[in-house]
């Protein structure tokens, strides 16, 4: 079972920015839909946002619309999240999400289910004070 590896986060004031940063160790992620979930204190885990897997379709929670952008660098087989005016609502565990190998998220019209992803990292905590 592969677990993905997330890195960044951490605890920042409303309207600052933080990035967060994933890696793949188990395989290429080349052709393979990544995304970004979240979970905050008694919520359920929701979706944030995805990229297909050259990079030219991304989606978006409504709630993060312009202020978070989703990337890839494939040649290091790294997906980012860049989190700018956050707020304190945007304050959960973020979790780097993985579509089995090869199964991409171009053609969707909307932000992928959670139950379209198989792998998962363990999680990072970014707190929004305000």
């Known amino acids: 079972q592969v677990e993905l590896v997330e890195s960044g986060g951490g605890s920042v004031q409303a309207g600052g920015s933080l990035s967060l940063s994933c890696r793949n160790p188990?395989?290429?992620?080349?052709?393979?839909?990544m995304a970004w979930f979240r979970q905050a204190p008694g919520k359920q885990r929701e979706g944030v946002a995805a990229i297909s897997s050259g990079g030219g379709a991304t989606f978006y929670a409504d709630s993060v619309k312009g202020r978070f952008a989703i990337s890839r660098e494939n040649n290091e087989n790294m997906v980012a999240l860049r989190m700018d005016s956050l707020k304190p609502e945007d304050t959960a565990i973020y979790y780097c999400a993985s579509m089995d190998k090869g199964s991409d998220c171009f053609y969707r019209r909307r932000l992928p289910d959670e139950s379209d992803y198989k792998f998962w990292g363990q999680g990072t905590q970014v707190t929004v004070s305000s």
């Open positions: 188990g395989f290429s992620i080349s052709s393979t839909c």
